[in-house]
């Protein structure tokens, strides 16, 4: 099993930042691709980003391209979405996501941290 623990949502105002922080623990952390999840009120989980094993590559949903940033530091057992310039469409439980293979869909995922919640103010 992999556990995984989100930090760093809150309440912003649009056009502001704000960084989410995903722990990982269990399994050997640097054998799994990473990824960001997010779930609107009423609306279904959709892919925010994602990050290959060795962090070479990543990938966005358009509509965060530009703004969003994915990273991951393997020692820490550590990933990281950077939110700049958030707008109000971008509030959402944030959900942190381990799988064996990228995964732009929530399908492919294996495991699920428990959300973290942003919200930004119009």
């Known amino acids: 099993q992999v556990q995984l623990v989100e930090s760093g949502g809150g309440l912003v105002q649009a056009g502001g930042s704000l960084r989410l922080s995903c722990a990982a623990s269990?399994?050997?952390?640097?054998?799994?691709?990473m990824g960001w999840f997010r779930q609107a009120p009423g609306k279904e989980r959709v892919f925010v980003a994602t990050?290959?094993?060795?962090?070479?590559?990543?990938y966005y949903r358009d509509s965060v391209k530009g703004r969003f940033t994915i990273s991951r530091d393997n020692a820490k057992n550590m990933v990281y979405l950077q939110m700049n310039n958030l707008k109000p469409e971008d509030t959402a439980v944030y959900y942190c996501?381990?799988?064996?293979?990228?995964?732009?869909?929530?399908?492919?995922?294996?495991?699920w941290g428990q959300g973290t919640q942003v919200t930004v103010s119009s």
């Open positions: 269990g399994r050997t952390f640097s054998s799994y691709a």
């Open positions: 996501a381990a799988s064996t293979r990228i995964a732009t869909t929530t399908s492919w995922v294996d495991y």
């Open positions: 990050i290959t094993w060795s962090g070479g590559s990543q």
